[in-house]
């Protein structure tokens, strides 16, 4: 995944996947998603996390399961 939208650095929570340049946990935005919540209240607890940057990440993960899926 492009390394502009995800990073991963030991000494940053413990090396989760964060969006780059924050603290903020990938997996918070996926979390959201599955519970009640939706993109907006993930944004509105986040506001460093951008709604283009968001986007983006579940469109990367979206086209990396299609590209797995046909591998598989």
């Known amino acids: 995944m492009d390394t502009s939208l995800i990073s ?38 986040f506001p460093s996390i951008s709604r283009e940057k968001a986007v983006a990440v579940l469109e990367a993960a979206r086209e990396r399961l299609s590209a797995d899926a046909l591998t598989a």
């Not at 996947?17 to 603290?23: A, D, I, P």
């Not at 918070?28 to 519970?35: A, M, Q, R």
Request: hydrophobic letters at 40%.
């Open 8 to 45: 991963r650095n030991p000494e940053i929570m413990s090396g989760a996947l964060c969006f780059t340049g924050t603290r903020v946990l990938v997996k918070n935005l996926f979390d959201y998603l599955e519970g009640a919540s939706s993109l907006e209240d993930f944004l509105e607890d």
